[in-house]
């Protein structure tokens, strides 16, 4: 009851500053719309889903469009600076932390990280490691355990690597922009991974060359990203949990990827779309379905906090249907082997070498 109390505290106190945000409207977070795709410039674009925020409800209605050149597929139009602070707030950090702690530490994310730590084990025994997009720095206790004479270090943007230093978690914390910061570290590192961020970023290929800047020669980017061209995504249309919108600016198909590694100096050492794949399409469709219908819980960019009724309605419809979605889990589970050997997976990674 007290942490219950305590978060209402935390959301009236926020309530007043997404209020006066969402008064001047949200048109105002994106850019104008791009008549040709950023990744090779064709104008042959189509859209590819029209949704909103599942993850948070915060307003609005984001839109990927995909070029039918190259296959690359991107938010159009694409957050601005404003916006992308106003979507990512509080949702990595300060309301959302906890929730994302406890999924960053769960065995399904603890085992898709040994699987990762352990694909480098063929390329050699790094010295110092960057982790960017590192979140709370979950990923690197467990690659630790893989690689234990390895230094683990972390870069985000967000408050969470800073407490992943004082807890111990990470050697090294780097707050900031990885393209910015990266010209402090140059030549640093033996490997620089890239787990679930590229997809973030407004670049690529500018985090591309950074991530060259700062690895020695004969260093290795590790990059795992949501696989765009996967069947699950066309099968599960705007449900399905990778395209992540607003949060997902670009979803690059593998070979679009590693032509640009190469064009970067990088030699591309391993390709894989089984091993990434995470078992969670079914349950994180259902869940996304589940949510535009389920009343809203109190959250600050909702004018109000709902009343009695809503808040009845909403605890009796999460009795009815947390126990389908813990058996969709379970179904995600017990599919994943044969879903891994299929185009169905719904991720892909890639090391490469920097020459």
Known sequence: MRKKNKRSERVAALRAGYQNDLAQGVERFFEPRS??????????????????????????????????????????????????????????????????????????????????????????????????????????????????????????????????????RIATAYRGSFTELSHRLTGRYDVVSMCHYLEHTPAPRTELAAAHRVLRAGGHLLIEVPDPQSLSARLLGRWWGPWLQPQHLHLLPMSNLCEALTERGFTVVAADRREPHVPTDLVSAAANLFKSVLPHEDLPWMPRKPGP???????????????????????????????????????????????
């Open 35 to 168: 008549t040709a795709c950023p990744w090779c410039t064709s104008t042959l674009l189509r859209r590819r889903l029209r949704t909103t925020d599942h993850l948070q409800r915060k307003p609005g209605t984001f839109v990927l469009d995909q070029c039918d050149s190259c296959g690359h597929v991107f938010q159009n139009p694409r957050l601005n600076a404003a916006g992308l602070e106003f979507y990512y707030r509080d949702c990595y950090d300060g309301l959302g932390q906890a929730t994302m702690a406890r999924l960053a530490s769960s065995p399904l994310a603890t085992r898709l990280y040994r699987a990762r730590a352990r694909a480098l084990l063929p390329h050699g025994r790094p010295a110092l490691w960057l982790d960017v997009g590192t979140g709370q720095g979950h990923f690197c206790v467990t690659a630790q355990r893989v690689h234990p004479d390895t230094e683990f270090h972390g870069l985000d943007r967000g408050e969470g690597v800073e407490s992943a230093e004082r807890e111990g």
């Open 309 to 355: 009724l809503r808040r009845w309605s909403r605890r009796l419809l999460l009795l009815q249907n947390v126990p389908n979605l813990v058996a969709l889990f379970a179904v995600d589970l017990l599919l994943s082997p044969l879903i891994r050997r299929t185009r169905l997976s719904n991720a892909y990674r890639v090391i490469a070498r920097r020459n």
